[in-house]
């Protein structure tokens, strides 16, 4: 009996040998939060996490984290391709005295070949002590990083930075904003500032709500280039939208948006800029426009205070969009 027991013994011990082995530490393509999880757990379906930043070390780089239920899921920090999106629940974000959501590519993995963030239907609030909601840095070591966010709303920045969503990459790199509204801001709503040494950052906004910055609502800086459609910039107290290049170039076009109720409107604000207007309703603004600014036919410009520096036209009366 003693022989078979042996035998039996090193049977199996050669088996485990052979039978492939899991890690303790393996990471899932999607994992879970949940407002009554724990980062201890595995962030399953069964077992979720308390919050994003427990869950991203959980997840596989291109994989997602999703919702459970609604929660306050706390301030993190991505470093890999990967999607966040709470779009079957409600999904929050508390940044107080702190940023929302870091993006820094730099710290990205150089076998990280899609460089690429997804955030969807998510709740930052500030509550008027936040920094910034997200903000997007790096591009030095890894370029060309994309982000995209989908129907979030970013609330109550008023310390340090105190802006919305802030992209200030060195090279070049890819932006998109859909359905998204920012509000309650100290400095900027939006803001493109890569410095002056940068690559060119690419950014195209659509159905974008920028409302009750103190200084501006939109800018784009530095080698910043924008396509901005179906915009509603309101309520900002110094400039609704606007683009500057100290040293560098800024172009931005923005159409079918509504423009009203800030200090300025649209301002070209210093270097070499290139702004051009289609199809937008500017009013109500204590001033329309500054610096040198182009206006296809089908501007509406009506009630601002005063014009200030009235756009150059271009475009045609036959073709009013000019864009052939």
């Not at 459970?68 to 990967?82: E, H, L, Q, R, Y």
């Not at 289609?278 to 204590?286: A, E, G, M, P, V």
Request: contains cysteine; hydrophobic residues 40%.
């Amino acid at each position: 009996m003693n022989r078979i027991a042996l035998s039996l013994t090193i049977a199996a011990t050669f088996l485990s040998f052979m039978l492939p082995t899991t890690s303790a530490h393996a990471q899932a393509s999607r994992t879970w939060v949940s407002g009554v999880g724990d980062d201890v757990n595995p962030c399953s379906r069964t077992a979720p996490c308390k919050t994003f930043a427990g869950a991203i070390s959980k997840t596989a780089m291109n994989g997602e984290i999703n919702c459970i239920d609604p929660g306050g899921f706390g301030a993190v920090t991505i470093t890999k391709s990967i999607t966040i999106d709470c779009s079957a629940e409600f999904g929050s974000i508390l940044f107080s005295g702190t940023n929302g959501i870091n993006v820094p590519f730099n710290n990205f993995s150089a076998a990280d070949a899609r460089k690429t963030v997804r955030l969807r239907n998510l709740k930052l609030n500030g509550v008027d002590t936040g920094i910034v909601g997200i903000r997007i840095t790096g591009g030095s070591v890894i370029a060309g990083g994309v982000v995209i966010i989908e129907d979030t709303v970013v609330d109550g920045a008023f310390a340090g930075g105190a802006t919305g969503i802030l992209d200030e990459r060195t090279a070049g790199g890819e932006l998109y904003i859909t359905n998204t509204t920012v509000r309650n801001t100290g400095t900027f709503g939006i803001a493109i500032r890569p410095p002056a040494a940068g690559q060119r950052i690419d950014a195209t906004f659509d159905n974008v709500h920028v409302q009750n910055s103190a200084n501006i609502g939109i800018l784009i800086g530095n080698n910043g280039r924008a396509m901005i459609n179906r915009a509603v910039i309101t309520g900002n107290t110094q400039i609704g939208i606007g683009a500057s290049g100290i040293a560098a170039s800024a172009e931005m076009n923005l159409s079918n948006s509504v423009v009203s109720n800030n200090g300025l409107g649209v301002g070209n604000l210093n270097g070499t800029v290139t702004i051009r207007l289609s199809n937008n309703d500017i009013s109500f603004n204590t001033t329309g426009f500054s610096g040198a600014t182009q206006s296809y036919f089908n501007n509406r410009v009506q009630g601002n205070g005063s014009l200030g520096l009235a756009p150059t036209a271009i475009g045609s009366t036959s073709n009013p969009t000019g864009l052939q």
